[in-house]
């Protein structure tokens, strides 16, 4: 069951009412959706976009009682503009970005993006679009593929891993992620002590490099305040040290040219009691800002 992180303080930093028009510019199976309809509905109007078209028919389900307050789209959000604009929409009252990957995903086989679940290695948000990991890595050489877990994995021993990826592939094409992840765990040096799975970082790499993600939060969020209402609020939510470099420099950006104020100083974080019911919440980071 997916758990929706830092909930309450989304909540509160959307500052939502019964009239609010709100963009959820990444729904997944809805669990922010739901509670911000909750206080919207049935006045307001909630529009959410997801790349993820398996994760949309989810949401579909899961926001069924709120029939006639929501409209649901398959789009990348950096392409947020566009559904609005479909639905002539100039701005909205509220803008949510939540990076994070749901259960719902991570349990799926056959999306590749966990360890803990055989399947083909795809890693693809949107899998009517681009090549499956499997593909890509067969033409990658060991430069490359080390830049990648350096760059967006920000892992240690990314040389070793690299090396051994590639001296596997040598052996058979590397297609399966339970192979993927343990051919990563081999490499690893167990001298050196981590809390999470060997293959963790080098998996969130090749997600983010295989869906351009850090590019699209960029763009998307050099648009979103264009979108908002005076005294608009956008939230976001990362997992990511990268990702969230991204969202605190933009919003400086903003604030300093006047467009925007900064509501979090610092990032909010999940308490413990979060953590421990959902420990997936430990690493993420919520950033909110607001349309001058």
Excluded at 110 to 123: A, E, H
Excluded at 138 to 145: A, D, G, L
Excluded at 240 to 262: A, C, N, P, Q, Y
Aim: hydrophobic letters at 40%; glycine letters at 4%.
């Amino acid at each position: 069951m997916h758990k929706s992180v830092l909930l309450q303080e989304t909540l509160e930093y959307l500052n939502c009412n019964k009239k609010s028009v709100v963009l959820d510019c990444t729904v997944g199976c809805a669990g922010h959706a739901v509670e911000i309809l909750k206080i919207i509905s049935p006045k307001g109007r909630l529009i959410g976009i997801d790349a993820d078209k398996d994760t949309l028919e989810e949401a579909e389900k899961n926001l069924k009682i709120f029939n006639g307050s929501f409209k649901l789209f398959h789009e990348n959000f950096v392409n947020f503009n566009k559904v609005l604009d479909d639905l002539n929409i100039k701005k909205v009252d509220a803008m949510l970005f939540d990076f994070g990957i749901s259960s719902f995903q991570l349990d799926d086989g056959q999306r590749g993006f966990s360890f803990k679940n055989s399947g083909p290695l795809d890693m693809r948000m949107d899998k009517t679009k681009g090549l499956p990991l499997w593909r890509v890595l067969e033409n990658m050489t060991e430069i490359q593929v080390g830049n990648i877990i350096k760059d967006f994995g920000e892992e240690r021993q990314w040389r070793k891993i690299a090396r051994a990826i590639i001296e596997a592939r040598r052996i058979s094409p590397i297609h399966d992620s339970t192979r993927f992840a343990q051919i990563i765990a081999n490499a690893f040096n167990h001298t050196y002590r981590t809390k999470i799975h060997p293959a963790t970082k080098t998996f969130q790499a090749f997600r983010i490099f295989i869906n351009d993600e850090l590019s699209v939060i960029k763009e998307a969020l050099l648009k979103a305040p264009e979108f908002l209402k005076k005294n608009g609020r956008v939230v976001v939510i990362s997992f990511h040290s990268l990702e969230d470099r991204i969202v605190k420099r933009t919003f400086k950006v903003f604030t300093e040219s006047g467009m925007l104020k900064t509501l979090t100083k610092k990032p909010i974080t999940a308490n413990r009691q979060e953590i421990s019911e959902n420990p997936r919440s430990r690493s993420a980071k919520l950033r909110s800002a607001e349309r001058i």
